[in-house]
């Protein structure tokens, strides 16, 4: 299909239209020269000469192309100066209808055209002898004979003119008729500078006859300085438009119309009937078949070039020429003839010694034009000039590509996905929002350091490549970063947004196979929404990388942007600068929740927390201050402040007789540091507290990650004769058979499973599981969370061994500890066998 509108154009048989009025007219005004001349017919051996001399004059001199059409310039009205000044009108009209017939038929043109021309010779010839009857006879060879012949000539040449043009707006269209009357002023002038010389040649014939000899001479030598200023006229012609094309494939090389600007001025200069660039499919890059047409204002997706010949030009690296001029091998010049096609040139286009594709040329424009031995080496300069404009113009795209798309997965990148949000923001309709998903790849940090980063790589692109085949069509998929992906498009909901984000999650989340590697790969969502979360495409990204954060803590594992999270984040960074003060001068306190024998209620220990209480902000979030430590490098810090405060109460209770285990928690970064565990033998030693007594509670994330990566750290622990949990066991996708491959002595059952067993008979299930599976094991079992008698009743009859929650206390100050260890004790002292313990919360 043409790129570009194209104009009307009928098929040459519509000639007739033309061609039966011209005969009518010429048959009608023969008529009347036989009526009206007094000598009908003489003089047949000048008719002979003259027949002769207008065969000569049938050769062009002069030749250019109006659209398809031929036009040239010929030396016809000599021989008709002759001819109405030295014949009859009918053997005028004779001669020059015959010698019309002939030259056609020698030309071999289609019969359309043939006739065309006879009836145009015929009607123009018999209209100016008509005109030479219709004025004063002419006496002598003064300038009232020059006025008639001029006159009778001048005819002739107007009827030439708008029979042409007339045949011109029958094929093309009335606009190309008149775009050749406008054009006709050069011919015209030619035509009166050709009546002009042939009254000269007449004055100096009747003057004598020897004077044909010098004429002759003349001409001879016209003819010589007529050809060299013609051939410099072309050269000089086709140097300025190679140097235009050269100058127009620079400029247009770079904004993706190469293409339209080369092919039709390659046409132009070749002066040929199409004009075709062919590229092979190459990379991303697909196969590209582009032609320019003469009658075409756009570009047309298909090719008269025989596929002979491009292949041939392809496969031998060289130029292929074939038709009436160039010669060519014999099958290419059958392939022509078969497709109706005169003459073909294919030239190979290089990118170094490489052939990156072929520019083509078909036909020579004009019935007697054809592609010359000349015109092949201006060719192959305008294919070198373009073979170097595609390869920058491809060079070009390739660089905007990779600025704008990422290099593992071929997706959009952050840059990419940002223009498209900020043109989406711009021209949103009514009752519609432009959602952003953003995907966060859970454990590629893992499968990194488990089965190496080719591993991961395989990874991300899968995710890619699911996300780009489940995203609707519509759908802009891209990534924004090392492990998040990004689909953002317009929806009509924010909840078909959110639901939207669960199908493609649940997509992502299918087991992927990599021979022989099998890995259960999941992803968390972010969703974020303009206009309602924001109005740039920044703004949308940071709210989305908020939702992905809380994401990771919910079962769902889709989240979508409330206030809430960004007041959360911004109030994170505010603390940063405060909690350094708060750690240099001892403001976060440590507070103790008692660990309790379930079977007897016995105190048996306490885990220290980390508490915080800001002087603006009121009480802080342990986990929103642990995040601001982990980020700002205070982590370990913090970490020897809890520790140090348990060990110290350690050593005092064993002091004073009460032996009791402290449980610190440990984040999972404070276990990849490699000093770590000298640390906390150094510490150990420094406090003087038995290494049993201490236990260090790892998240279910830290050490069950299907990885290797905390067992070293673990087992030097171990051997310290440290304690090690883990705790909120139950809350990630872990398996209880890691557990048999860790040194730990102690499973915490998370306080979501403990709170829920009296309501919830999947969560009794599932605590059962733990407990008896950790005890056969030989791990201890502690439960989070204990917050009712019920829930008690069901831990103890499950064989739970030790519990801690709000129904035995809440975490206290060491003060406070004090006390309700004071009252627990009295308690005992004064209870009697019969009577049953029961242990007081203090608020």
Known sequence: MPRGSSATRRSPEHAWLVTGPLGIFAVVMTVALGVLSREPAGEWGVAALILGLVLLSEMPMLYFVVRRQSMSFTITEIPLLFALFLLPPLTVVLVFT???LIAQLRRRFAPPKVWFNVAKAAAASSLASLVLLALPDMRGFGPGTWFILFAAVGSHTLVTLFAVAALIAVIHGSPAGWEMIRSSGPGLITAAINVAVGLVIMLCIRATWWSALLLLALAAAMAVLYRSYSQFFRQHRTLADVYELTKAMSERGQDGTLADSLLGRVRDIMRAETATLWLPAQGRHPEVLLTARVDERGLLDISRTPVIARQRAVDEGRTVAAGGRVGGDRDIREALREAGLKDVIVTPLRSGQAVIGTLEVVNRLGDIGHFAEADLPIFETIAAHAGVALENSRLVDRLRHDAYHDGLTNLPNRRRVTGALEEAVRVRAPNEVVALLLFDVAGLRQVNESVGHAAGDRVLVEV???LRTSAPSAALVG??????????????????ALELAAELREQIRDRMLFDPLVLDVDTVV??????????????????ADLAVTRAKTTPEGVQLFSPGLESRSSRRLGLAGDLRRALDHAEVEVYYQPKVALTDRRFVGVEC???????????????????VAEHTGQLSELTRLVLGEALRRSRDWTSGGNTLAVSVNISPRTLADQRFPAQVQEMLA???????????????????????RAVPALRRLRDLGVRLSVDD?????SSLSYLRRLPVNEVKVDRSFVQGMATDPVDLAIVNAVVTLSQQFGLAVVAEGVESELTLELLQDIGCQIGQGFLFSRPLPYERLEAWFAAQTESDLQTGPADVRRLRAVP
Request: no cysteine; glycine share 12%.
């Open 479 to 496: 990534r924004a970063g090392s492990d998040e992906f990004v689909v953002t498009l317009r929806m009509e909901s924010v909840d078909a």
């Open 98 to 100: 015959l010698g019309s």
């Open 729 to 733: 066991f139950g809350t990630g996708h």
């Open 609 to 627: 927390l980390a508490r915080w209480v800001h002087p603006a902000h009121g009480t802080v979030a342990p986990e929103d201050f642990v995040a």
């Open 526 to 543: 972010g969703v974020a929404v303009h206009p309602d979360h924001g109005d740039d495409p920044a703004t949308l990204l940071q709210r």
């Open 464 to 466: 890619a490549n699911r």
């Open 686 to 708: 420094e406090y003087g507290v038995a290494p049993e007594l201490l236990t260090l509670e790892i998240p279910e994330a830290g050490v069950l990650d299907g990885t290797e």
